[in-house]
């Protein structure tokens, strides 16, 4: 007799619906489409490191103006989002499209408290590069230990 795996199952479950959603909005003349919450979920392609004064992002955004990129900092939370417009070319027949268009959303989770007045950013050849320094109290402190 065969043992049922509630988790197993939810597991296929699961995989099943990503690999219906991933593929939506995949048509031949629309290209792959950014919707918030559908396939946005690894672009833009991020790199998140830390070190003792603060958090550093860089977000690959090729093709985006300064002005069409919108940066929220929140509870812990940064969000990118943004809109990548199509270019007027009807007139063409598209043989591959891989560079999607339309609107995208990340929302990534740092790792500590930040100090969102200080967070800046900078876009250069495509990369932005965010800088969110940490709040000072999840900063370390070096303590003195004094001997009697």
Not at 12 to 35: K, N, W
Not at 38 to 53: A, F, H, K, M, V
Not at 58 to 69: H, N
Request: charged share 30%.
């Amino acid at each position: 007799m065969a043992r049922w795996d509630l988790f197993r199952e939810m597991d296929m479950l699961r995989r099943e619906v990503d690999e219906a959603f991933r593929s939506f909005g995949m048509g031949q003349l629309l290209g792959p489409a950014f919707i918030p919450g559908i396939g946005t979920g690894d672009y833009p392609r991020i790199n998140l490191s830390e070190d003792d004064n603060g958090f550093y992002v860089e977000a690959l955004v090729p093709g985006l103006e300064p002005q069409d990129i919108e940066l929220n900092v929140m509870q812990g939370t940064l969000t990118l989002s943004g809109e990548r417009k199509e270019a007027a070319t009807n007139q063409r027949t598209w043989h591959r499209r891989e560079r999607g268009m339309g609107k995208f959303l990340r929302t990534i989770e740092l790792p500590a408290a930040v100090d969102a007045d200080q967070v800046s950013a900078e876009y250069h050849n495509g990369v932005l590069a965010i800088t969110l320094p940490k709040a000072e109290e999840v900063k370390p402190r070096k303590i003195t230990v004094r001997a009697n």
